[in-house]
């Protein structure tokens, strides 16, 4: 492992840049996108290995080590047990020099402030890695000018001023931070943008095209008013045994507003949480999802709370939106109850056509999956026992969850980042642990069942105190690998190998400054007559960003890609969009 | 929470009736050899009893916290006792009830396990083998547990319940429905049933059957919110607005209740106003909210207190327009804590109802 000075670093990138450019601009521009490749079915993976494996038969197979990725996350803690400390931290998954190769940013918390202690906050910066393609990463120094120390919590990626490269916001418990990604390093562009230096506690946000006008708006999820006044506040906690000091849950403090920002089209902000009907609703915010429930082409929010009803911002248009979570019945659990909310990721859980919606909770609440009835009647209902999702996870407290096709059967799988927010439970629940195993299902059509434990490699699945993940391909064999952070602990590098090569990937070039294609939805049409409905969305999961790249099993061979983009056009794109298992879709050149 | 507790409740009830009444059975014990033609069940209970051990000593997690927990400890401790003097089926079974009840399902089963295996004919102590298979998302060898249970004892009515849980996990629809139906026809008052058995004739689009069930759970458990819920939403897609709004009402008053117990048994004094206020606030009941944080500054509270309380009480009076207090109140605030990250919030809130006002 070694650090790659960063000027170096802009040196070679802005070579490959420069060859790169005329290519570009003749071909939609797709090295600004994401994580572009183009493997060739049925040649060698180009990832790293961990070793040996006893069968080679490992689905997840975890290659930190070999991946050069050290980032240890640090909750700062000196034993208050502020509530802060075991929230953190994210992970964003992108392509920060447009080179085609995803980097890898992760969030670092560090020292929590006390009261009469604001100037010391050394330490705690954030690190970014430059990935070179191949599953290898190198730090950069500074993290290219991203190495904000704020008291870290989330992250999100968007391309805020339309020129191609994704930006990134940082989020705070204190104020966020937002950087303009030049290329070869980031510029502070929070004063400029107009987000301003309020200090507030947000944990995930979501760039996403809300009026279809072609620039990514901006949504932040905050979580409550924890000022550093209300340290000894940590001693609340009521389930504490008589003289134990635990972590405080959320329910003493107050809720902390989220916020809408709509972009002007040169990256200028305006706050408009007010005016857009945002600020209606009320709520503890930890995880965000970018989501189209009613499939009209105008992006919905989805807001997981904790303790307090989760939120749906049903779009209007306009910048418009009407909070429709407990009459669609996703605001509480079956039993009309909030539950404690933490991540979230929307899908075509059933394969029936519609996105559905999956919350992870609090241990002894289950998990939530809310599986969308728009085939009867629009709304949902919490199907979680019915989908096999409720007894496995009850005794587990969840925070990132991502839907994706893991082992490439057409079906979404689910993936669960567990660990509980008590780093002394032992002291309540004599079986219960800090450190909790994360979980794999795989789906089969609306039943998702554990996967076997010999599909996963050793360490892949903890336990650790695991917060957020993020999905990517990280070795360029094409298909998505994932990213898991812990808190206070290291971060976790897992590569996917899918046993089958039936897959495929489709990439969009969206309309003018939604480069990424955010927010549009996606049918995957087979050969056998499924459609395969996915969501591109990079906000998902708990306070991390993943690549919008959509990879799918095709078992019986794809054979078009309809696209409907933000804003509600659709096109349709035939194997003429193909290079080998890669789909490009460009706005403006299907049928 | 409460819900779980009133389980645990019911649970001690209940295994203070298995003691009296099996407490002096006399243990059978398995010839080694049986092993080799067990039945299905059988094998299980072999299988669980090699898997985990009878752990030793009592489980530390059932006794803290709330009184609820407290009394179960103390029954969990009387049943230790017995168990060391008279090691009967009866006795490993009621443990291995009241850990199951009480979130412990691993130490349960072992209990459960060692009762089977110590006598064979009990059903309770296979209905609650099954209902720990549950907890566990192993489906089919709980429905396989618990179809051996009503077959032991054809009139157990919650293990007709769980029964009826386990298939519909493993999408025995019909099997499902029928273990229910068997579940409520034994015991007309087994609400849980009713509602389980609802869920599935809702998904079948059978509303007004499904409303039913509901009204009859709601009868005999009125104070139940989930079953509330439940009626609020069909009660609404059957076109009973009216009826709707009502069920919501009592869901939504059952809920702030549970909400305020829960507050006022966690914390005391101080705290305990600091943590209603600000809950009072977040539900928009501002009135309610002021005088708790006024009780805290009266009572010589910490640093940290009074800071809240101050801040709370701020966000009141600016809430309630009474601005001249609310001036004063952020005046007080802002000598305490200029650095305060809600003061210039607070303010400016202040300045715009102010200026609404004008």
Redesign the interface.
């Known amino acids: 492992m070694f650090r790659v000075e960063w000027m170096e670093l802009a040196n070679r990138s802005s070579e490959m840049r420069g060859s790169l450019l005329p290519l570009c601009l003749c071909s939609f521009l797709f090295t600004a996108c994401s994580d572009s490749v183009e493997p060739a079915p049925g040649t060698a993976r180009k990832g790293l290995s961990a070793g040996p494996t006893e069968d080679g038969s490992r689905l997840l197979v975890d290659v930190t080590e070999a991946s050069g990725i050290d980032f240890r996350h640090s909750s700062g803690s000196v034993g208050n047990r502020e509530i802060t400390e075991t929230i953190g931290g994210g992970v964003a998954l992108f392509d920060m020099e447009g080179d085609g190769d995803l980097d890898a940013y992760f969030v670092q918390s560090g020292p929590v402030r006390l009261p009469g202690d604001?100037e010391n906050r050394s330490g705690g910066e954030n690190e970014l890695f430059r990935g070179r393609g191949d599953g290898q990463f190198e730090s950069v120094a500074d993290a290219g000018g991203a190495n904000d120390s704020g008291y870290g919590i989330g992250c999100a990626v968007g391309d805020l001023d339309g020129d191609g490269l994704d930006d990134l916001l940082v989020l705070n418990w204190g104020a966020n931070k937002l950087y303009r990604n030049r290329g070869d390093g980031f510029e502070d562009w929070t004063a400029t943008s107009g987000l301003g230096f309020?200090?507030r506690w947000s944990t995930s946000a979501g760039f996403f095209d809300a009026e279809g006008d072609g620039d990514l708006d901006l949504y932040i999820v905050n979580y409550v008013?924890y000022?550093p006044?209300?340290?000894?506040?940590a001693q609340?906690n009521?389930?504490a045994?008589k003289g134990f000091r635990m972590t405080p849950t959320p329910?003493?403090?107050?809720?902390d507003p989220d916020q809408f920002f709509v972009n002007d089209g040169r990256a200028s902000l305006t706050d408009e949480t007010r005016s857009s009907g945002i600020s209606a609703a009320?709520g503890k915010g930890l995880g965000v999802v970018v989501t189209d429930v009613d499939l009209d082409g105008l992006a919905d929010l989805y807001v997981a709370n904790d303790g307090?009803p989760n939120l749906l911002f049903h779009n209007q248009g306009g910048n418009r939106f009407i909070e429709k979570g407990q009459v669609l019945?996703v605001a509480?659990n079956?039993?009309?109850?909030s539950e404690s909310g933490m991540g979230v990721d929307s899908g075509d859980m059933d394969g029936d056509g519609d996105l559905d919606l999956f919350v992870t909770n609090f241990e002894?609440e289950t998990n939530t999956a809310y599986l969308n009835t728009s085939e009867?009647?629009f709304g949902f209902r919490d199907k979680t026992?019915?989908c096999?999702l409720?007894?496995?996870c009850?005794?587990l407290l969840g925070f990132g969850t991502l839907f994706h096709d893991f082992d490439l059967d057409g079906d979404l799988d689910l993936f669960l980042c567990n660990g509980h927010i008590f780093d002394n439970v032992e002291?309540?629940?004599?079986?219960r642990t800090f450190a909790q195993p994360n979980m794999l299902f795989l789906g089969d059509r609306g039943?998702f069942a554990l996967a076997d434990k010999q599909l996963l490699g050793p360490g892949v699945i903890g336990p650790d105190v695991s917060r957020g993940s993020a999905l990517g391909d990280l070795n360029g064999d094409g298909v998505l690998d994932l990213v898991v952070t812990n808190n206070n602990s290291g971060a976790q590098v897992i590569e996917v190998r899918p046993a089958t090569d039936d897959w495929a990937r489709v990439e969009l070039r969206g309309p003018s400054a939604n480069h990424r294609g955010l927010g549009a939805i996606v049918w995957l049409e087979l050969s056998d007559g499924r459609r395969l409905l996915r969501g591109v969305n990079s906000a998902r999961s708990f306070a991390s960003a993943s690549t919008t790249a959509i990879v799918s099993g095709t078992p019986s061979g794809l054979i078009a890609v309809e696209v409907m983009w933000p804003g509600g056009q659709r096109e349709r794109f035939g194997p003429a969009a193909a290079t080998g298992k890669v789909w490009r879709c460009a706005f403006g050149t299907g049928e | 929470m409460e819900r779980m507790f009133h389980h645990r409740l019911w649970a001690a009830v209940l295994i203070a009736a298995v003691v009296s009444c099996d407490g002096g059975a006399q243990s059978v014990p398995r010839e080694t050899g049986e092993r080799e033609e067990l039945l299905p069940h059988e094998a299980l209970v072999a299988e669980y009893l090699e898997a985990a051990p009878i752990p030793t000593g009592p489980w530390k997690g059932i006794g803290d916290g709330s009184e609820v927990r407290a009394a179960l400890v103390g029954r969990e401790l009387e049943l230790l006792g017995i168990l060391r003097e008279d090691p009967s089926p009866g006795i490993y079974c009621a443990l291995g009830i009241l850990y199951t009840q009480a979130g412990e399902p691993t130490r349960g089963m072992s209990f459960l396990a060692k009762s089977l295996d110590l006598d064979a004919s009990k059903g309770l102590a296979w209905s609650w083998l099954g209902a720990n298979r549950l907890s566990f998302g192993e489906f089919e060898t709980a429905a396989l547990l618990l179809e051996h249970a009503v077959s032991i004892d054809p009139t157990d009515a919650l293990a007709f319940k769980y029964l009826g849980i386990a298939r519909g996990r493993c999408d025995d629809v019909v099997g499902a429905k029928s273990a229910f139906e068997e579940a409520i026809q034994l015991d007309p008052n087994a609400a849980d049933a009713r509602v389980e058995l609802a869920s599935h004739l809702e998904d079948e689009g059978l509303a007004n059957e499904a409303y039913a069930h509901l009204l009859d759970a709601n009868r005999v458990r009125p104070d139940d919110d989930a079953t509330l819920f439940r009626l609020a939403r069909i009660a609404r897609e059957l076109g009973h607005e009216e009826q709707a709004r009502e069920f919501e009402f009592q869901h939504e008053r059952l809920r702030v209740l549970e909400d305020l117990g829960y507050l006022k048994d966690s914390v005391t004094n101080a705290r305990r106003s600091i943590t209603l206020g600000i809950y009072f606030l977040g539900k928009g009941r501002v009135v309610e909210a002021l005088p708790e944080f006024d009780k805290v500054l009266a009572s010589n509270p910490t640093p940290a207190e009074g800071e809240n309380a101050m801040l709370g009480r701020s966000r009141c009076l600016v809430e309630l327009k009474r601005f001249e207090e609310a001036e004063s109140a952020l005046l007080a605030l802002r000598e305490a804590r200029p650095d305060h990250p809600d003061l210039i919030r607070l303010e400016e809130r202040l300045a715009e109802l102010k200026s609404l006002e004008e």
């Open positions: 604001v309020e200090d008013r000022a006044s209300s340290h000894l506040n609340f009521p389930a045994p329910d003493i403090f107050p809720a009320l307090t019945g509480f079956s039993d009309g109850r002894d009867q009647r026992a019915a096999g409720a007894e496995a009850r005794t002291l309540i629940h004599a079986e039943k």
